[in-house]
């Protein structure tokens, strides 16, 4: 079946310092590809996604690059902040078993601590 | 910015009552989810509707679940005669079409704790 996986967590940071977080996923066809992040005491907020083949995503200096031949879809930043600090969410949109609508399946989500 | 909105935030009842969680998904979305995570857990896809009928379910909703758009903005989970197993945080989302690429905004989330 249609599904990801994450990295486990947390992944325990300082300030500045450079972020991956893997996600790997499984799919029949093409899915859509996303990150989503999770602030304390907040629902799901898409951070970025890529809809095919070598597209990359990017949103708030993170990017993530849509992988075909290794089925991955990484989370990269630079420099973290503190503010970075939350739950992050790789996800694929997979066709209902109906057809009558796309999906979204989550990973298990990645905790991110950034320390000063 | 339009955003979704869940009520309560946190939901506490006993075991074999029913409880109730409410939705407004943004006005301009045609589908609409419930998702939960149970603490430690991966977000699971409960149930997504469309057209005032349920579009797909999992396996997980089952007899005990049931939603409805009452009126014209809100959307709401019943869930049956509660189990200590339903204690999770309760997620709904809307998009604004089913296409593949099309994001879900989601509310901030009800905490169901059944005891």
């Known amino acids: 079946g249609n599904s990801v996986t994450q990295m486990e967590g947390p992944v325990t940071l300082s300030e500045e310092a450079f972020l991956t977080i893997n996600c790997t996923y499984t799919a029949t066809g093409y899915p859509s590809l996303f990150w989503y992040v999770q602030y304390p005491g907040e629902g799901l907020q898409l951070l970025l996604k890529?809809?095919?083949?070598?597209d990359k995503g990017s949103n708030k200096g993170f990017e993530a690059t849509y992988r075909k031949e290794t089925t991955s879809f990484h989370l990269e930043k630079g420099s973290v902040q503190v503010s970075d600090s939350a739950v992050y969410f790789c996800a694929l949109s997979r066709l209902g078993e109906t057809g009558g609508s796309y999906i979204p399946t989550f990973g298990r989500g990645t905790s991110l601590i950034v320390h000063p | 910015e339009p955003e979704v909105t869940q009520t309560p935030s946190h939901q506490v009842t006993q075991m074999g009552q029913e409880v109730i969680l409410r939705c407004v998904p943004i006005?301009?979305?045609?589908?609409f989810y419930w998702y939960r995570q149970i603490l430690g857990q991966k977000v699971e896809f409960l149930v997504s509707f469309y057209n005032n009928e349920i579009s797909e379910k999992s396996e997980i909703f089952d007899d005990q679940f049931s939603v409805e758009r009452p009126d014209g903005s809100n959307f709401t989970l019943k869930i049956r005669s509660t189990k200590l197993e339903d204690s999770a945080m309760y997620f709904c989302?809307?998009?604004?079409?089913?296409?593949?690429?099309?994001?879900?905004?989601f509310g901030n989330g009800t905490r169901l704790t059944v005891t």
């Open positions: 890529a809809t095919k083949a070598d």
């Open positions: 989302a809307s998009s604004r079409d089913g296409i593949p690429n099309s994001p879900l905004h």
């Open positions: 006005s301009n979305h045609l589908y």
